[in-house]
């Protein structure tokens, strides 16, 4: 039987084919869907190792998810944000099938403008300082439980988060945590949370509502100063002080209630003495204390 070099060609061009896209699959998988809340914004769904990371990233034509698998060192999560820093789509990151990781270091994804999500695997136990400060497009992150600490600024200005949920294993918000991110309008504070830092959620000009949890003991400095869309606030018992100008510039604030309203004082000065007994039994009146009259006292509550 003979073959004509042309029908040989053909065969050897549609075995190159075949084989070629047998490779591709293999190698990620992809999908129309999307795990971002909106599908407009991610397309396609990638598998992907720590090595072919970033030429993944340069391949991309739209903007996708990506799962990576496998063990991350620090810089390996270094490598990878700055592949996701110089790329030209946004990124869904899933790191939830990874190991290794035990934080997610200083200043990790800082300014990573193109990080729309991300998956933080169970094996980190802590978010540190400015991980992902200045991540204005990342819009959803999934926290695990294994975390107990999100640390200063971790969040500042991602004013595209509309919603976190902060699971119960963690026990202190730092401060500047979630700094101007203007478009988070709700946030779960669970029972696990003693202390809400400084400037914590100052800026979040779409926060119409928080509940603020049974063991949080102290609601420090400008917590929640300049959130303009809060509305009402109630202070459980298990808060003994609240700091200077916590809730000014909360311009529609009509309702600050106190489960427990006997013996608050107010004072200059950062101290659990002296001070004035002020009555904060009317909500509506608290609320004027706090973001207008007596905004830059300190509020404590004496206990016998």
């Not at 739209?62 to 700055?82: H, Q, R």
């Not at 991300?118 to 204005?136: L, W, Y």
């Not at 918000?173 to 400037?199: A, E, M, Q, R, W």
């Not at 000014?248 to 009509?254: E, F, M, N, R, W």
């Amino acid at each position: 039987m003979t073959i004509s070099k042309s029908w040989f060609s053909y065969l050897t061009r549609a075995f190159a084919l075949s084989l070629c896209t047998a490779l591709l699959l293999n190698f990620v998988s992809c999908s129309d869907s999307s795990t971002s809340q909106d599908p407009k914004v991610v397309h396609s769904t990638y598998t992907a190792t720590k090595d072919i990371f970033s030429s993944l990233i340069a391949s991309l034509t739209e903007n996708s998810t990506i799962e990576v698998t496998g063990e991350l060192s620090d810089s390996d999560l270094t490598t990878i944000a700055n592949a996701i820093k110089n790329s030209t789509y946004k990124v869904n990151l899933e790191l939830s099938q990874t190991t290794g990781l035990t934080s997610i270091p200083i200043n990790s994804f800082r300014n990573c403008l193109k990080l729309s999500g991300i998956t933080i695997p169970d094996s980190v136990t802590s978010i540190r300082e400015e991980a992902f400060k200045g991540c204005t497009s990342l819009s959803s992150v999934t926290i695990p439980d294994s975390v107990t600490y999100i640390f200063n600024n971790a969040f500042y200005s991602c004013n595209s988060l509309s919603s976190v949920t902060i699971p119960d294993s963690v026990t202190l918000i730092g401060y500047y945590t979630f700094y101007g991110c203007t478009s988070l309008s709700s946030v779960t504070i669970p029972d696990s949370v003693t202390s809400i830092g400084n400037y914590a959620f100052s800026g979040c000009t779409s926060l119409s509502s928080v509940n603020i949890p049974d063991s949080v003991t102290s609601i420090s400095s400008y917590s929640f100063y300049g959130c303009t869309a809060l509305s009402s606030v109630t202070i459980p018992d298990s808060v003994t002080s609240i700091g200077s100008s916590a809730f000014y510039g909360c311009s529609k604030l009509t309702s600050l209630t106190f489960t427990d309203p006997t013996t608050w004082y107010r004072t200059k000065y950062s101290t659990n003495s002296g001070g004035t007994l002020t009555d904060v039994s009317v909500p509506a009146t608290n609320a004027t204390y706090f973001k207008d009259t007596y905004k830059e006292y300190y509020w404590y509550k004496l206990e016998y």
